[in-house]
């Protein structure tokens, strides 16, 4: 009965201690519960900053009495100012992606928040490469472009173009590429028709995932240079060439593109010389005169550039002497009947010595030899031409340079009676000229005397009876003189006479007078020559004296 009472009253102060405990656990603070009661915040929640620049950032709490708080950063970081529940810093020359942790204390709780910077770089430098620059027809060539300073990779995306037309694209969103460089390729097989076309490379670069915008790079513009040119260049030029004479020589590539850039230079040994070229489709040429100063074997070379490629031809050519042979007349000018002696000599430069012939002389002379030739002058060798001739063999080929000059035989007058008739009948009533025209080296003077007085012989005469008898021509040059009587008669019409036998007469008189004139008149230039002439003889005669 006594443990029944002593149980009961054991019951209610139990209560009363449990009581009290929970109430001393009540007021002892718990870590979970002061982790809930405060936060910890960062300014701004996400940061985008361009290489180099800096960064404003903010940490905060909402802890009423904080303890210890910062930032931990690898970043160069100044505290600009702060308060009881924050603090502001600055993040300098930021040049690589980090990641910033900010921290505040609570009631002996730590809490932070974490803060992911991206670094970028606008793609501000875009290269673009070509090999080569010059391509051959058919050969692949590579384009290449890098962009050397571009973050972050994953958001760039490189675009090769020729012209307008997009060749390759490529991004670096993989991230097994992020440790690559900022590099794209394409190779392209060489036609004509890509021949000075335009290839350029685009850089993109979309922010846009981390909220900003999207930059964009361009590279200079390179022009592409197809070429075609695979044969070498054939050499038109004579196998000879003769010593001071000018020569065109050419120079000519076939299957070439584009002709009309072959750039051509042609030597004769170190003597360069100025070509003058050309183009029509696929060909292109040059010309050039040449001329050799100096004999022997020499070489004519042309050479061919186009882009990177440069082609060469030689060939040879023998330059000889050869100048025409020397004619020697010992007297250009001599009298009929005397000796005239003729030379006809190779010229000292020509080598090796020629073989001469002289027009005339029965044989060739031995190489190296003068020719000779005398004869008598006649009369009939009064502008006989006198030929020396030489002949030279060079390098297989026979040369033939000749010489010509002309005998002038001075001789006295003469009348030969078919260009002097000694009877002539002239037809009453009909124009009438005296046909005299007489022979002599000087050409003769020719006066007519008739009746005691001179007949003028220039001017047609109406034909009368009056007109009948003898005239007295004489012909004189500085050799002599010479005279003649021509029997003139002059007949009337007969009666009865057609019209028609008139006409006929009439035609065939014009005719005889039109021949007349036309022979004197022929005759008549010789005259200025005769008086640059009459002195010649007589200074013979005076040598004779």
Wanted: glycine share 6%; hydrophobic share 35%.
């Amino acid at each position: 009965m006594l443990r029944e009472l002593q149980l009961l009253d054991f019951l209610p102060r139990m209560k009363m201690l449990l009581l009290g405990v929970w109430t001393l656990l009540a007021l002892i603070p718990c870590p979970g519960a002061a982790e809930e009661l405060f936060q910890v915040s960062v300014h701004p929640n996400e940061a985008l900053v361009e290489f180099g620049h800096s960064l404003t950032v903010n940490c905060s709490t909402t802890c009423p009495d904080p303890g210890p708080s910062g930032i931990e950063t690898f970043l160069k970081k100044t505290q600009l100012s702060k308060g009881s529940q924050w603090k502001e810093f600055l993040l300098e020359d930021i040049t690589e992606d980090s990641v910033l942790q900010c921290f505040f204390s609570c009631a002996g709780v730590q809490k932070d928040t974490v803060l992911d910077i991206t670094m970028y770089q606008p793609p501000e430098q875009v290269i673009l490469d070509l090999q080569p620059e010059w391509v051959a027809v058919d050969e692949a060539f590579t384009v290449t472009c890098h962009v050397p300073s571009v973050a972050p990779l994953q958001s760039l995306t490189l675009t090769l173009l020729q012209g307008d037309q997009e060749l390759h694209r490529k991004d670096f969103l993989s991230l097994s590429l992020v440790s690559q460089r900022a590099e794209v390729t394409t190779t392209v097989r060489a036609h004509r028709d890509n021949d000075r076309r335009n290839f350029s490379c685009r850089a993109e670069l979309d922010l846009s995932p981390h909220g900003g915008g999207l930059f964009h790079g361009s590279s200079a513009t390179k022009q592409l240079r197809i070429f075609e040119f695979s044969q070498n260049p054939q050499i038109w030029v004579p196998s000879l060439l003769e010593v001071g004479k000018a020569e065109i020589v050419s120079c000519e590539v076939t299957r070439v593109f584009p002709a009309q850039e072959a750039v051509f230079r042609m030597f004769l040994e170190d003597q360069e010389l100025s070509p003058f070229s050309s183009w029509r489709e696929d060909a292109a040429w040059a010309s050039a005169t040449i001329q050799a100063m100096e004999t022997g074997d020499q070489e004519l070379t042309c050479l061919v550039s186009l882009g990177p490629v440069e082609q060469k031809t030689r060939k040879p050519v023998y330059v000889y002497s050869f100048p025409p042979p020397i004619l020697e007349i010992e007297d250009a000018y001599p009298l009929a009947g005397t000796d005239v002696n003729v030379t006809c000599l190779g010229h000292v430069l020509t080598s090796p010595s020629p073989t001469l012939r002289l027009q005339g002389s029965p044989n060739h002379s031995a190489p190296g030899k003068p020719a000779w030739l005398l004869f008598t002058a006649r009369e009939e060798d009064d502008g006989r031409t006198l030929s020396c001739e030489a002949s030279l063999e060079v390098q297989g080929q026979r040369l033939v340079r000749t010489t010509e000059s002309q005998l002038h035989v001075l001789y006295k007058p003469r009348f030969q009676e078919s260009r002097c008739p000694g009877n002539q009948i002239w037809v009453e009533g009909m124009d009438q000229m005296l046909a005299c025209i007489p022979e002599g080296n000087p050409t003769p003077a020719l006066v007519c005397v008739w009746n005691g007085m001179i007949f003028d012989l220039d001017v047609p005469q109406k034909a009368t009876q009056n007109h009948t008898g003898t005239y007295c021509c004489t012909a004189t040059n500085p050799l002599g003189s010479v005279s003649k009587d021509i029997t003139v008669i002059v007949q009337g019409l007969p009666e009865g006479i057609s019209s028609s036998t008139i006409f006929i007469i009439i035609i065939f008189t014009l005719g005889m007078a039109v021949i007349t004139v036309a022979l004197y008149l022929n005759y008549q230039p010789c005259k200025g020559n005769s008086r640059k002439r009459m002195h010649r003889p007589r200074e013979q005669s005076k040598d004779t004296s």
